[in-house]
């Protein structure tokens, strides 16, 4: 290590917001820093640390996999030369205590992080470096091309050298490749990266790799965009995308935030194409108008499920097409729909217990989603699940509402009893009762309540006390000889011949 050498910064947060923050703070060769690296949990952080040697690490506290606690504490066994920055948000001060304890240099709270804040504890962790030499004044970095092409993509106004940049690139014009990486990769995976040296002509094009991006110089683009579709196609589970060509450096950051970073979260509705670029989108772009709640609610509480359905998968395709829209709020949609169908199903009696346990899984589910077509098939999961619930909870509804009015016909058959009453009795319109009951007990109405008058008349028959007449009565024929003419129907016998018959065994 040389006097005036830059200090190597690793940043460790599993948010990469917050990661590209932090890199957007400061001027970091200016201010005598190099970031080298960055890592979204431990795990990564320790691979990263035997390929970069960084003398100061920022990290984060609440991480997956492994936590910066536990980061902190294998750092300090296995590089005690290592200083430690601990970000940290208000609710966490147990962590902070025990990282303090492990001998980290500071902690800054994540909403209170800004420019000096860092730059302030950056340089207390330099100090504690014996090997590494701060200068108290801002230091003169002779700048690699790797550094010009990181602070043009962060918009830094930079003076290089053109003739060393020539060198480099060589050619008239430049495009940028950018490939949506895989959850948890932070740099462009070495087999790609392997593709591109050895499949495309090194002596037509000139590339350079930053992090998730590749900037490519050339004079004709036509071969190279011909394999970056290829690539595409070879590569499931990558996104690429591909912007228009530009012609100088200073265009860099213009050709980055408003073409290509554009075009890689438009991949997340185009995830079937295997090379996105400008000229593929759609033109005019769709417009998408706002899913109707207050009718969807209405349609579930007068159980008009597959209307109801439809009408949300139509808007849904509509919705997926609306490729500008914002990622999290395409995702907060389907989440609040999870939300409210498993509510409405709860306030209508339905069982959710299920259902209602098994929203968090699609919450999660749907918030991890790498695409669109991957969010409407748990969308659809939900509904075929939903579905379920509701035919399962209707057929016991169903026949919890037949065992009524069957104990009901039965407790009062004798009765002068007609479908109107029994709907009156149990506030159904009686169309709809008639239809109801035939559906559900296999029988209609008239037949089901004819046939247990038969039953009970036979019984009465059979025991010889009580005349023909008095027993049609008894059974809740007024008219005797209606009361025969059904008996006989039922039976194949009249009820003098089957009070004989049954009398005579």
Known sequence: MTVGEPGRVLIVDDEQL???????????????????????????????????????????????????????????ERYPQIEIIILSSFGEFDYVRSTFQSGVVD????????????????????????????????????????????KLISGYEVNYDVEKISKVFPYRKFCLLGVVL??????????????????????????????????????????FTKFAKQLGESNGGYGFALSETFTHLSQLVVIYKESLVKLLNY??????????????????????????????????????????????????????????????EYKAFFGNIVFNITVLLGNMDYDVKELDHAKYSYFKSIEEAQNAKEVIDQLNKFITEAKQCIFSSQNHLDNQNMKKLLEFIKDHYAEPLTLTDVAKHFHFNPSYLSSYFSTHNGEGFIEYINRIRIEEASKFLVEGRATISEISGMVGYSDHSYFCK????????????????????
């Open 18 to 76: 917050i990661r590209q923050g932090i890199k957007h703070y400061l001027n970091w060769e200016q201010e005598g820093f190099e970031i080298v690296g960055e890592a979204s949990n431990g795990m990564e952080a320790l691979e990263l640390i035997e390929m970069k040697h960084p003398h100061i690490i920022i990290t984060d506290i609440v991480m997956p996999i492994m936590d910066g606690e536990e980061l902190t504490r294998i750092i300090k």
């Open 107 to 150: 902690y800054i709270l994540k909403p209170k992080l800004e420019a000096q804040s860092l730059l302030k504890a950056l340089k207390a962790a330099a100090d504690r470096i014996p090997t590494l030499q701060m200068m108290d004044k801002h230091v003169s970095v002779d700048l690699s091309v790797g550094q010009i092409i990181q």
């Open 182 to 223: 895989k959850s948890g990769e932070t740099d462009l995976p070495k087999h790609i990266k392997g593709k591109i040296e050895s499949e495309i002509g090194q002596e037509d094009y000139s590339f350079h790799y930053d992090r998730n991006i590749v900037l490519v110089n050339g004079d004709d683009f036509s071969d």
């Open 267 to 328: 991949r997340f509705y185009f995830s079937e194409q295997p090379l996105l670029m400008k000229q593929n989108l759609p033109n005019p772009e769709p417009v998408c108008e706002g899913f109707n709640l207050n009718w969807f609610t209405g349609e579930f509480k007068r159980k008009n499920f597959e209307g109801a359905f439809n009408y949300l998968k139509e808007h849904v395709t509509t919705l997926s097409s609306c490729y500008t829209l914002d990622v999290y």
């Open 486 to 505: 059904v008996f006989k129907k039922i039976t194949g016998l009249s009820p003098s011949q089957y009070r004989r018959k049954q009398t005579t065994r």
